[in-house]
């Protein structure tokens, strides 16, 4: 990419210095500007006070662990939604799914590629450049609210509500429930949920997919049933009316 790359703000929080200048090196040959962190309580520290555009998250931090980091902005009102890429040298899938369990938007196993690293970044700041573009047209058109059950996504306003309640959303699980709501009742597999959804392509682990479907059918309450597991195959949005399966 170059000079003429994007020019988010990215902070890299890790305590090894030489991942820091190496992802520093790379994100800045991208195009990106850069912030570091070498613990929990700095990258904290800057993620409050900079407004990072990005974060990569090393999960194990001295002092504030990143999970600790991670659940901190995701209870800030001003940084719940920030994206996060976590960083783990931990092998065991239950520490991977913590992460993206308290609302990071994606993870990388080290000892990571690095330019695995910035095609991450580059997806997830893809995605949020997309949400928030705004295109204000002389006439705009008006798109009616998707409906499924007792949800109602508004996609031009990016609320979603159960019952007439809204539903505060992530970014991903917004796209996620928006992208099975407009194939209402069709089946998506995971891999399909990945590309249109994540910007990847089919070799990324699929159980990030299945990490948050668990965490939007959880913030959907008793709505999140409209999500049906279609074993081997992926998930699909039950239509209006549709009886559940017994």
Not at 48 to 67: C, F, K, Q, V
Not at 68 to 90: G, K
Not at 123 to 138: F, I, Q, S, Y
Not at 218 to 231: C, H, N, Q
Request: hydrophobic content about 45%; some cysteine.
């Amino acid at each position: 990419m170059g000079a003429m790359g994007p020019s988010e703000l990215i902070l890299i929080a890790d305590d090894e210095p030489d991942l820091r200048d190496l992802l520093d090196f790379n994100l800045r040959q991208a195009g990106y500007r850069t912030l570091h962190a070498g613990s929990g309580s700095e990258a904290l520290r800057l993620a409050l006070a900079e407004r990072p555009d990005l974060l990569i998250l090393d999960l194990m931090l001295p002092d504030l662990s990143g999970i600790d980091v991670c659940r901190r902005l995701r209870s800030t009102p001003a940084t719940q939604r920030m994206p996060i890429i976590m960083l783990t040298a931990r092998a065991a899938q239950s520490d991977r799914i913590a992460g993206l369990e308290l609302g990071a938007d994606d993870y990388v196993v080290k000892p990571a590629s690095i330019r695995e690293v910035v095609l991450r970044v580059e997806a997830v700041l893809r995605r949020r450049r997309g949400a928030e573009v705004v295109v204000v047209p002389a006439a705009p058109p008006v798109r009616e609210p998707l409906r499924a059950g007792s949800i109602t996504i508004d996609v031009e306003a990016h609320i979603v509500r159960v019952d007439g309640r809204e539903v505060p959303l992530a970014l991903l699980e917004f796209r996620l429930l928006q992208y099975l709501a407009e194939g209402r009742g069709a089946v998506r597999s995971r891999e399909e949920l990945l590309q249109h959804v994540w910007g990847y392509s089919s070799e990324v682990e699929t159980r990030t997919v299945d990490t948050h479907i668990k965490r939007l059918r959880d913030k959907l309450g008793a709505a999140g049933d409209l999500i049906e597991t279609v074993r081997g195959v992926g998930y699909r949005l039950r239509a209006d009316g549709e009886p559940v399966d017994s």
